[in-house]
Nanobody
Framework: QVQLVESGGGLVQPGGSLRLSCAASGIIFSIIEMGWYRQAPGKERELVATITRGGSTTYANSVKGRFTISRENAGNTVNLQMNSLKVEDTAVYYC???????WGQGTQVTVSS
């Protein structure tokens, strides 16, 4: 089993920045990919960014150039630096680790003036 604990959400004005962190514990040697997904009210959960054990990254087109995903602590922690935040970035952000597939509890990000 793998446990994921997220932190760093909150309220920020448009154009501001936030940094999300997700700490993994448990049987983590099997984890190949970690990432962030988000779900806005009334919408499907969508990919934001992923990073593999080898450091390869994937980003949603909507966040490219604004968000940066990284791993630290021997790959046990994944961070999401979010800059130039927009109102449409408002959502609950979930950390995911795979395989097979583990989810964190989610952290709210609200971008509003």
């Amino acid at each position: 089993q793998v446990q994921l604990v997220e932190s760093g959400g909150g309220l920020v004005q448009p154009g501001g920045s936030l940094r999300l962190s997700c700490a993994a514990s448990g049987i983590i040697f099997s984890i190949i990919e970690m990432g962030w997904y988000r779900q806005a009210p009334g919408k499907e959960r969508e990919l934001v960014a992923t990073i593999t054990r080898g450091g390869s990254t994937t980003y949603a087109n909507s966040v490219k150039g604004r968000f940066t995903i990284s791993r630290e602590n021997a790959g046990n922690t994944v961070n999401l630096q979010m800059n130039s935040l927009k109102v449409e970035d408002t959502a609950v952000y979930y950390c995911r680790a795979s395989p097979p597939m583990y989810w964190g509890q989610g952290t709210q990000v609200t971008v509003s003036s």
